[in-house]
């Protein structure tokens, strides 16, 4: 029901930074709680950063301080800013809409690779 459109990946050397977006469908988005999730090579998809709909955030610890989730409800876009890039950053990043009514949402994703 609910369409979500990753942009912004890309190939970025260690120690450089991308801005990830997450476009939603529809016009509940203010009422949604939002997340972004990664899946590295041969690795469990995990839980890197997220925003409930109060703006309250949360990081995996293997990104804290490095990673900011945000939120822009006049654009139905949710942010994930990305700096001091590591190798272990590589991954397809994910963008997620959590549902306690139904199967949350998932995008198709977007390649995020660092390497020097």
């Known amino acids: 029901q609910v369409q979500l459109v990753e942009s912004g990946g890309g190939l970025v050397q260690p120690g450089g930074s991308l801005r990830l977006s997450c476009a939603a469908s529809?016009?509940?988005?203010?009422?949604?709680?939002m997340a972004w999730y990664r899946q590295g090579p041969g690795k469990q998809r995990e839980l890197v950063a997220g925003?409930?709909?109060?703006?309250?955030?949360s990081y995996a610890n293997s990104v804290e301080g490095r990673f900011t989730i945000s939120r822009d409800n006049a654009k139905n876009t949710v942010y994930l800013q990305m700096n001091s890039l590591k190798f272990e950053d590589t991954a397809v990043y994910y963008c997620?809409?959590?549902?306690?009514?139904?199967?949350?949402?998932w995008g198709q994703g977007t390649q995020v690779t660092v390497s020097s």
């Open positions: 997620y809409k959590r549902s306690t009514t139904q199967t949350g949402s």
């Open positions: 925003i409930t709909s109060g703006g309250r955030t």
């Open positions: 529809g016009s509940l988005f203010r009422f949604y709680d």
